[in-house]
């Protein structure tokens, strides 16, 4: 059995769920099931972060394959992962995937109300909660992932990048940018082959994955998740009935139910994001030799880039 040596570690919402896929077609690439276990999060509250033998037993399937590899996105975002990572395999090939981290945080406050993570409907509001977050306060009673809730560190990426730089050197870490990523799938699935030493004409499946869905209904979703006797009751369905049913389900409920979240954000909370965050967009582009300050000055195809990629 191969040990992992291929990690996806960020950012959220950025294509990684895509690109894990994509990677996961290939003949001498193996990626695990599920995509996060989290196993190197250790400096972090995680509730769905594995064990050490549950984690081995993800890559038991793993046979004749130069990579094995699995896509935790919070790594980038931990403290500590790199160095866990590297003392683990220090051959380990990292990929980081990055967005502009305006769209990102209004697309990932959308995935941690779907799963329960957050409970604050509208994006300013969470946004302005972080203070009362950061000290402990108004953590939602489902939360399995209260970091996430600090939405502003989450796209600070100057420093995380530097700690995998530091630890694997330059060489051993691919960054791609999903505007890239989006707008020519194949060239850089293609690109990211030919970085680890791979056949890059092999046929995969390109679709998109991770597409966004209606919110489910939320007061339903934190019923669930609260009572145990419903958690029993849900886990028993899911063994008669398949989960997407069961998700098409839940999402009709609350698409019919419930106000639904605006697909792009307001334009004056959109500019503000872009002034507040202009100081780490120019630091990022002088890190990686990429200048991308186009992302505070000119208003995203929001529109185009959430609902892929939600």
Known sequence: MPLPNLFIVGAPKCGTTSMHTYLGQHPEIFMCEPKE???????????????????????????????????????????????????????????????????????????????????????????????????GKRIPSTAFFPHGLLYRKIVNFTPQIIRYFNVFGHNAVKIIIFDDFFQDTAREYQRTLQWLGLRDDVQVDLSIKNIRQPLPNLAIQRLLRRNAFLRKCRSAILKIVPTPAISTVQHAIGAVTQKQRPKTMRAELRAELQEELRPQIEKLSELINRDLTHWCRHPANQQKLVTTES
């Open 37 to 135: 276990p989290y196993y190197f999060l250790t400096d972090m509250l995680h509730k769905d972060r594995y064990n050490t033998k549950a984690y081995f037993a993800l890559f038991k399937k793993a046979k004749n394959v130069k990579y094995a590899g699995e896509s935790s996105v919070v790594y980038l975002y931990s403290r500590t992962a790199a160095k866990k990572i590297h003392c683990f395999c220090r051959t380990a090939r990292i990929i980081i995937m990055l967005r502009n981290p305006v769209d990102l945080l209004y697309s990932l406050h959308h995935q941690l109300l779907f799963f329960g993570n957050e409970d604050i409907f509208d994006f300013a509001e969470a946004l302005a909660a972080e203070p009362d977050r950061a000290s």
